[in-house]
């Protein structure tokens, strides 16, 4: 499955540095996560994650290493950095204005 029509652009950024900041872990488990913690709401395709990984790393909000996984198999994980968890501020306060913009929006009584 591809990423879900109705994510915010930019919401999957959010997702991951606020799951990883939870624990370092490896791109099945931060998928399973966000399954799970959603309730089966939002799945994201390896195609969406792997990606957004890359590019998180990239900007240096998140670092990965290589480590044995419980199936003895190697595998990166994924922990959030000092710039990570800034960014993970002003993104979490960015989405808080957002979604009470448009709750304020979706609430309004019809004439």
């Not at 979490?92 to 009584?109: C, D």
């Amino acid at each position: 499955m591809s990423r879900p029509p109705d994510l915010v652009q930019g919401t999957l950024d959010l997702l991951i540095l606020k799951i990883v900041a939870l624990e370092p872990l490896n791109g099945w488990a931060i998928s399973q996560r966000l399954k799970q913690v959603s309730r089966e709401v939002l799945q994201v395709s390896d195609g969406s994650l792997y990606p957004a990984l890359h590019k998180l790393e990239q900007e240096g909000w998140i670092k990965a290493e290589w480590r044995v996984t419980e199936n003895n198999r190697r595998a990166k994980y994924y922990s959030l950095t000092r710039p990570g968890r800034k960014q993970l501020e002003r993104e979490t306060a960015n989405w808080q204005r957002l979604s009470g913009a448009i709750s304020h929006v979706v609430k309004l009584k019809e004439a």
